[in-house]
Structure formats: structure tokens, C-alpha cells
């Protein structure tokens, strides 16, 4: 193997293989060996090697610190044999000055020993006839010459120089029938005989019951069969923390905290194996273990990041690592790596952003703001302005997914909505470029619109029936709604914007099992937002709802402060939903003449469209559970016909079900068993319906999430997650409820006075 250059800056080209031998193996194995060996990446490398025995070009492209040229450099090692001439590799940018030689001389220097007439040459130019070393004409002039050939040509990092690579691979493809190309960049070429793989960051959780095992031997140090649950990345990270702090002691250096749980010899050939004074989980993961899986989470399964923070843990434990990268990741650097823009993550990510354009780097800082996944109206809408017109941003937002800048994560040839996310590491740079340029504010303000106006859209879907349709946009956009929600208001008039974004959530929060994490939101920001609107009425009667779903014991200071704001406001649905809530309450603590006074006052009061809460049918239905169990059920037949009057109980899922339980309560209660029998299983569809529309749809699920709604356990029960369904008669029945009702009915027996089902954990 051969490298000619000018220094660090240089291309780097390299040739390996020849006519009677095949490929320098040793070279590349070394450099393998050298960066730690592929770890991970099985899949893409037989799929690299397929791709390359079916066509002539094959594309590797991926984001900063992805290993793409780790993997070209293996499989150009694995395939180079096969080829007579074996494999040329030009490496050429290093992120430093701009070249002083075009790609068509750098190839033809790497290529004069065998095309020219030796190595002591006057130059490539010389060697290979270029007139004049055009570029155009010495592609041609390359192409000639390697018309008999049958090799590789490897162009590692050719993003800076993309436009003189496909000249030349245009001029090889059409002139050289058996040269074949292999390309890594952040960009794909763009040719049209081009077939591009795009790699992506490794798993963080491994198969289920399947150790993860590293490709290198165990004797060499890996962590063989680590844990059912560490996937590749994990794996990576253990093995560079212990190289590096095998490298430390070496050089007579601390390796790191002792007593800390961080000696990592324990994982090596045997898995993990928990010492004494290191706590342990249930499944028997010890304390590294975890911090590692932590890590490589928040990194997001970047190889570079990984191997960056691998060589922080030379003198920090794994648990301190972890907690540094909360709040970034860019600062992981390490001294010492080969190419200049692998030593810091910052510097991986800043090249690529050297190479952008000014419209994409606008559009790129301004994206920074997302939290999670966004789709072109949303970026049109926050990235418009200040200089770059609307009409500009999806092309620029196009360009930045070619780039490897921005991942599309829904398929846009696919019939779901285009979707894009940033990692977190672009995210971050972005942000500093968008605090240096001034526009942070305004950036976060257009965001915050723009997820209120996602917020209204899903509540009028939620109050038109359309409750899946509601809760799957907002779960699409779950990560930016909470942090328009997080972020500090830079005003009183920004808050108010974020208790409306919270407010129009009120079916997310009550409905949907996010009960505490709402409430949250809306105790923080009521100090900050204006007292003289109307959703502050709102939201206190909101927070004081969801203290009821939550068992907190400020419910019912945060409901009477909600109905002197709404009587001074002269809100009459704030006032009528207070008195729904405190009827809902009474009713559980099996105060029933008091929750009837409330609930029928609510009942009154509640206009008929009423928007941000429970219809006034609602109110009518639960009226008439409690005359049910109060032993009225005359009285309770009035109210499930006043209930059934509106037009809510024909498209809203939760009138309807309310309704049904009413009405299959008042049958039971009247000795009509099989009317009561069949309405009580229509309300229980209906409950089925509302923990489906709260979670994923059923039909999604992999976990036997549908079979677990039908035997009558609600979504996460059987995984320790949280219960969807409200568990108080502040909201729908839940399915274990109407359960119940449907035992006392089979059994005849009458039922319990204690409509509550039992609280479960709310997230």
C-alpha cells in the first residue's frame, strides 16, 4: 500500500492489490485494528459487498462521526482479493486548507506506477498524458487508461471536491466497463447508475435473550455476551473505555476513580458479574452497565461520539460521564486521532457545516430549535424570514437531508407525511449558531406559535371525534410541545401563549395518562402568564382537575381559585366544569348527595359547544351514575335522556361511553339484565376505544397490547408502564369498571356503592 501527500492536509491516496497478488491486507487490518476493529455493522458490511457485485457505483453516506470510512476501508480490504488489480483509494479531505491538486491528479499520482512510466516520474500530469492537467480532459485521459482494467476505486471524503468526482466517475462509468466504484461522503454523488447506502448509528438495546458479542477475538479484551439488553453501541463504549484506560496505565497514568464501580475487567469474556459494594437491578445489570447504556443514549449511537466519550472515562467514572452529557455533548474531545476534524464531535459536525451554503446554514441554525421530528410546514414556518423567503426553505431543508444534516425519519416516497429530525449533536452546534446570529428569540417564539396552532388543530379533532387522528398528532410532536412548554417565557404575553398550547392539551393530559407531567407544566407557568385573559381560568380549573386525576392535595385550593377567576371573568364553562370536577370528587369519596348538587349545577351551567373539557353530556351522565347509586333511578332515567339529546353522544367516544355506563346502570339497577348486558359491553368498546386512542392504535402494537385491552388490563399494565385511562370518575370509566359492572350483571348482584376504580401509576 502506498500514500503520497503534502502533510496532514493532503489527499490521502492509497493502492492496494495488483495484477498477480490480491490486496494489501495487512495494511488495512492494521488500520483497522488501529481505530479498534468494526464493531457493529455486520449487516451493512455483507450489504456493501452485495451492492458492490451487483453495480459499478456504490455510495456510502451517512452523518459526522458514522464510520463510513471504516467500513469502505473493511470492505475494500474483503473484496480487493476478487480483483485483479486490486483496490485504489484516494482519501482527500482532512477538513484543512483547500487542495492545491484536483482530484484527476491526485488519482493519477496513485496510478503512475502502474499507468505511467514509474514512480521517479516528473509528476501524475507527466505520467498519465494530461494536457495542460484540465480536469475534464485528464478524467477522460484516466478513464482511457483504465479501460482494461479490472479494479476498485475507493473516494473516501470527497464532499469537499464532489463536483470533479463526478466528472471523473462519469467519465469511468462510460469508458472503464470493469472498473468499479466505491464512494463515502456525507452527500451522495448523484449519478443516475449510483446506489447509496446510508448508515446509520448503532442500536443502543440489543435483541431480546442474545448476548452482544464484539468482532474481535476475546482474547484480544472484548466484552463477550455483556447483557441481553447492550447492543453495539454499548459494546463499543466498553471496549474503548478499557483500551483507554489500558493506554493510561501504560503511560503511568491514574486510570480513573477508584471505588467508583468503573473497573471494567469484570466484563471481559464472562459478561458483567456484580462486585461487592456495586448495587444491582433485578435483571442483574450492574451500576457500569447502566451508565454505559445511558451514554451511548443520550449520544445517539454515534460511533465518533462514543468513541470521544470512551476517552473521557480515562479519569471520570461512568456515572459522572453520563451526567456531563446532559446538558451537551460537544465538548467530547480527545488528543491524538488521526484525522483533524475527528477530535472533537464539534469539529466532525462544524466541517459539514463549512461546506453548506448560506440559505442552508440560515435554515440549519433556525432548525435547531426543534426538539424532536418536524415536517416541511413546520420548518417553512419557523425558518421563513429575516432574509430567507419561505419559498426557499424546502429546498434548502432538501439539500440538508442530502447532506446527512437532517434525517428524514418517515419515508417520503411512503404515504405518511414526510417527517425530518436532527441528532443531537447538529442540533447543538446549530444553537450556537443561531445565539451568535442574534435570532434565538425569535426562532423560539415562531416555534411556540406554531405548536400552539398544533395544539388547537388537535383539540378541535379531539371535540369532533376524531380521537385518534387527535392523539397521534400530538405524540408526532410530543418532544416540541413540551419544550415550547419548557422553556422560560421571555414574557407575560409568551406565557399566556404557552397555558393556551397547555390548555388546548387538556384531553393529552386528563384523558391520555399525562396527568402529572401536565400539571407540572401549567403550576409553572400560572406565576408567569397574564390574570386578566381567560385561559387563566382555564388552566387553573385545568391544574386542579388533573390534581384530582393525581391525588394531589392542592386540588381543591387550585378549583376554588378557578371559580373566582371564571366568575369574574364571566366564563360560565369554567364555572360549570369546577362543579364538574368537585361533583366527580364527591362521588369518589362516596359523598353522593354532593356530587349530585354539583353535578347537576354543572349540567346547567356548561354552555352547549363548549370548548377545553368534558360536553355538558358528560356532566349529565355522571349525573345519572350518581342517582343511580343514590337509589333514584327515575331520576337517573331523566338525565341519560338530557344527556342523550345533544349531538356529543354521536361522535365524541367519551359521551358515549359515559352514557352507556349510565344507561347499563339504570337498567341493572331496574332488573333489566340482558338491555343492561348489551349496553354495558357497548360501553365497555368504548373504554377500549378510549385506552386505544390514548396509546398507539392497537393494530401497531407488538406487544399484545389488544389482547391485554380485551382480558380488561389497561395499555402498560403488564409492562409497568402508565395507565391511559383516567382511574377517577373525573374521567371516562375505565375498562376495569365497566368489568365490574358487567360481573355484578351476570351475577345479579347489585352494585357497589364505590364507583372508583383503584388509582394506577400515572406518568
Known amino acids: 500500500m502506498r500514500t503520497r501527500g503534502d502533510g496532514e492536509d493532503a489527499a490521502r491516496p492509497e493502492r492496494s492489490g495488483g495484477r498477480a497478488g490480491g490486496p494489501d491486507a495487512g495494511g488495512a487490518a492494521v488500520a483497522g485494528s488501529a481505530r479498534g476493529g468494526l464493531v457493529g455493522r455486520a449487516e451493512e458490511l455483507a450489504a456493501l459487498r452485495r451492492l458492490l457485485a451487483q453495480g459499478r457505483l456504490v455510495t456510502v453516506v451517512g452523518g459526522a462521526g458514522m464510520g463510513k470510512s471504516l467500513l469502505v476501508e473493511h470492505v475494500a480490504a474483503a473484496v480487493g482479493g476478487s480483483l485483479p488489480d486490486g483496490v485504489v483509494r484516494v482519501r482527500w479531505w482532512d477538513g484543512g486548507r483547500t487542495r492545491r491538486r484536483t482530484v484527476v491528479q491526485t488519482v493519477a499520482e496513485v496510478l503512475d506506477g502502474e499507468v505511467g512510466p514509474g514512480e521517479d516520474s516528473a509528476g501524475p500530469s507527466d505520467s498519465v498524458g494530461l494536457a495542460g492537467g484540465g480536469a475534464a480532459v485528464g478524467a477522460a485521459q484516466i478513464a482511457a487508461c483504465l479501460r482494461s482494467r479490472r479494479m476498485l476505486l475507493v473516494l473516501d471524503d470527497f464532499d469537499p471536491v464532489r463536483v470533479e468526482c463526478v466528472r471523473l466517475v462519469r467519465a469511468l462509468l462510460e469508458e472503464a466497463p470493469e472498473v468499479r466504484v466505491l464512494a463515502a461522503g456525507r452527500h451522495p454523488l448523484g449519478l443516475g447508475d449510483e446506489t447509496v447506502l446510508r448508515l446509520g448509528p448503532l442500536a443502543v438495546a440489543g435483541d431480546a435473550g442474545q448476548g452482544v458479542r464484539s468482532p474481535a477475538d476475546a482474547d484480544a479484551g472484548t466484552y463477550a455476551d455483556v447483557s441481553s439488553e447492550a447492543g453495539p453501541a454499548v459494546v463499543l463504549f466498553l471496549e474503548r473505555v478499557r483500551a483507554a484506560r489500558r493506554g493510561s496505565t501504560r503511560a503511568g497514568l491514574d486510570p480513573g476513580p477508584a471505588g467508583t464501580g468503573d473497573d471494567l475487567s469484570s466484563y471481559a469474556r464472562t459478561g458483567p458479574a456484580p462486585r461487592p459494594g456495586a448495587g444491582t437491578r433485578p435483571d442483574g445489570d450492574p451500576p457500569d452497565l447502566r451508565a ?222 399525562n396527568a402529572r407531567e401536565g400539571r407540572e407544566h401549567l403550576l409553572r407557568l400560572l406565576p408567569l402568564g397574564r390574570t386578566d385573559t381567560p385561559v387563566c381560568g382555564q388552566a387553573l380549573w385545568l391544574a386542579g382537575w388533573l390534581a384530582v386525576c393525581t391525588g394531589s392535595p392542592d386540588a381543591a385550593d387550585l378549583l376554588g381559585q378557578a371559580w373566582r377567576v371564571a366568575l369574574l371573568a364571566g366564563d360560565d364553562a369554567t364555572v360549570g366544569r369546577v362543579c364538574h370536577v368537585l361533583g366527580a370528587l364527591a362521588l369518589d369519596e362516596g359523598r353522593t348527595e354532593r356530587a349530585i348538587a354539583h353535578l347537576r349545577e354543572a349540567a346547567d351551567t356548561i354552555p352547549a359547544h363548549a370548548e377545553h373539557g368534558p360536553p355538558a353530556a358528560v356532566s349529565w351522565a355522571l349525573l345519572a351514575v350518581a342517582q343511580a347509586q343514590a337509589g333514584r333511578p327515575r331520576d337517573a332515567r331523566r338525565s341519560v335522556r338530557r344527556a342523550l339529546a345533544g349531538s356529543q353522544p354521536r361522535h365524541d367516544l367519551w359521551t358515549r361511553c359515559m352514557t352507556q355506563y349510565a344507561q347499563a346502570l339504570v337498567d341493572h339497577l331496574r332488573g333489566r339484565r340482558s338491555r343492561a348486558w348489551r349496553r354495558a359491553h357497548k360501553a365497555l368498546a368504548g373504554a377500549i376505544g378510549m385506552a386505544g386512542a390514548a396509546r398507539a392504535p392497537v393494530a401497531r402494537r407488538a406487544d399484545g397490547g389488544g389482547a391485554a385491552l380485551l382480558a380488561g388490563e389497561a395499555p402498560g399494565a403488564a409492562d409497568g408502564g402508565a395507565l391511559p385511562a383516567v382511574t377517577t370518575m373525573a374521567g371516562p370509566p375505565g375498562v376495569a369498571l365497566v368489568h365490574q359492572l358487567i360481573a355484578d350483571i351476570a351475577e345479579g348482584r347489585p352494585p357497589k356503592p364505590c364507583l372508583t376504580a383503584r388509582r394506577g401509576p400515572d406518568r
Not at 447543538?428 to 428569540?441: D, H, M, P, Q, T
Open 292 to 513: 454505559a447504556r445511558e451514554i451511548c443514549r443520550r449520544l445517539e449511537g454515534v460511533p465518533l461520539a462514543i468513541e470521544l466519550a470512551a476517552a473521557q472515562a480515562v479519569d471520570r467514572s461512568l456515572g459522572r460521564l453520563a451526567r456531563m452529557l446532559e446538558s451537551g455533548q460537544g465538548w467530547l474531545a480527545a488528543r491524538g486521532a488521526p484525522l483533524r476534524r475527528h477530535r472533537s464531535l464539534r469539529a466532525a459536525v462544524g466541517s459539514g457545516y463549512a461546506l453548506c451554503g448560506t440559505a442552508e446554514r440560515t435554515v440549519w441554525a433556525r432548525l435547531s430549535v426543534f426538539a424532536g421530528d418536524f415536517d416541511e410546514d413546520a420548518a417553512v414556518f419557523v425558518c421563513g424570514g429575516g432574509g430567507l423567503g419561505a419559498q426557499d426553505v424546502p429546498a434548502a431543508l432538501a439539500r440538508l437531508v442530502l447532506a446527512s444534516v437532517v434525517e428524514p425519519v418517515h419515508d417520503p416516497g411512503g404515504v405518511l407525511t414526510p417527517r425530518f429530525r436532527m441528532s443531537a449533536a447538529v442540533r447543538e452546534f446549530g444553537a450556537e449558531r443561531l445565539r451568535s446570529a442574534g435570532e434565538a428569540a425569535a426562532a423560539i417564539s415562531r416555534h411556540l406559535y406554531w405548536h400552539g396552532h398544533v395544539a388547537s388543530t388537535a383539540h378541535h379533532l379531539w371535540s369532533t371525534g376524531l380521537h385518534e387522528q387527535a392523539t397521534a398528532l400530538v405524540r408526532d410532536g410530543e418532544a416540541d410541545l413540551c419544550a415550547a412548554l419548557t422553556r422560560q417565557p421571555s414574557g407575560a404575553d409568551q406565557a399566556s401563549m404557552a397555558l393556551a398550547l397547555a390548555v388546548d392539551l387538556w384531553f393529552w393530559w386528563a384523558l391520555c395518562g
